[in-house]
């Protein structure tokens, strides 16, 4: 067996191990699913930090603590998270500021400030609006699947069209192996997971709802793997971690979903009016 196909085979046995266990996570809800997107958040945002950084400093600790609370927020008062997370974001930055004042260096303090703080909100405010969806009263965990089928179906989609037909290259300066083909494919994905979604498990998503959310995702979910594609290629990184097996870090396999979790949200709470 080859090195490519042992590494293939490595993502699937990972793919079926985990992904039981998250869904099971996601089902129960309350702590359970904050727990595992606190987990998620804190991965994301030290995985972020060591790519940019390459160690982790005590502000970068803190900044992971910061988001591993964040997705509990909601557990609190669902309808104040928001103004609680833009708290706590402005008390981390004044934070990371004050950090790099007196622990240096200074010529590189602005730079590392920033850094701390674009990578806690990267991270963290995406899985706390799923674990936001994840509390509404009615369809909670619908909306969850809706935000994790726009983006595995059309990441899925994307890479069968892309090998099988894929001629055109979308940003060969950022990800080299995407297509159009692929995106196209990977959009229909998102539009056809959602109808099945629909069909078999979820009537409360209405025609609209898989059409507009559909093509939504289809368009965000690949901007946020070309950004983090474009993050890696900056700084000479092939992966985001190592913590899944085959798969490389979280961020690798989560960085669409941290585009279209707020998608839902926002479309959850300003079209279909279902959030406080």
Not at 104 to 126: C, D, I, K, Q, S
Not at 165 to 178: A, D, F, I, Q, T
Request: net charge positive.
């Amino acid at each position: 067996m080859n090195d490519k196909n042992k590494n293939l085979v490595i993502r699937i046995v990972t793919a079926l191990t985990l992904l039981p266990l998250v869904l099971v996570l996601l089902f129960l809800g309350g702590v359970w699913s904050a727990g595992l997107l606190g987990l998620a958040a804190a991965a994301c945002v030290g995985e972020y930090y060591l790519i940019v950084q390459k160690r982790l400093n005590g502000a970068a600790w803190v900044g992971m603590a910061f988001a591993a609370v964040l997705p509990f927020l909601p557990l609190r008062d669902a309808a104040r998270t928001g103004e609680t997370a833009f708290w706590l974001t402005i008390v981390f930055a004044f934070f990371a500021w004050i950090f790099h004042l007196f622990k240096g260096p200074l010529a590189e303090a602005p730079t590392r400030t920033a850094h701390l703080v674009n990578g806690f909100l990267y991270g963290a405010v995406g899985l706390t609006a799923l674990s936001a969806l994840r509390l509404l009263p009615d369809h909670g965990l619908a909306w969850v699947i809706c935000a994790l089928t726009i983006t595995w179906a059309n990441d899925t989609a994307a890479y069968f069209f892309g090998r099988f037909m894929g001629r055109h290259k979308l940003y060969p300066e950022v990800s080299p192996n995407k297509t159009w083909e692929g995106f196209f494919g990977g959009m229909l994905g998102s539009v056809g997971g959602m109808f099945i979604a629909r069909g078999f498990f979820f009537p409360v998503f209405t025609v609209w709802d898989c059409i507009i959310l559909g093509i939504a995702g289809g368009l965000l979910g690949p901007v946020g793997d070309l950004c983090e594609s474009m993050l890696k290629r900056a700084y000479g990184v092939k992966d985001s971690g190592f913590l899944i097996p085959g798969h490389g870090g979280v961020l690798d396999r989560i960085d669409a979903l941290l585009f279209n979790a707020p998608l839902v949200f926002v479309y959850v709470q300003f079209v279909r009016g279902l959030l406080p």
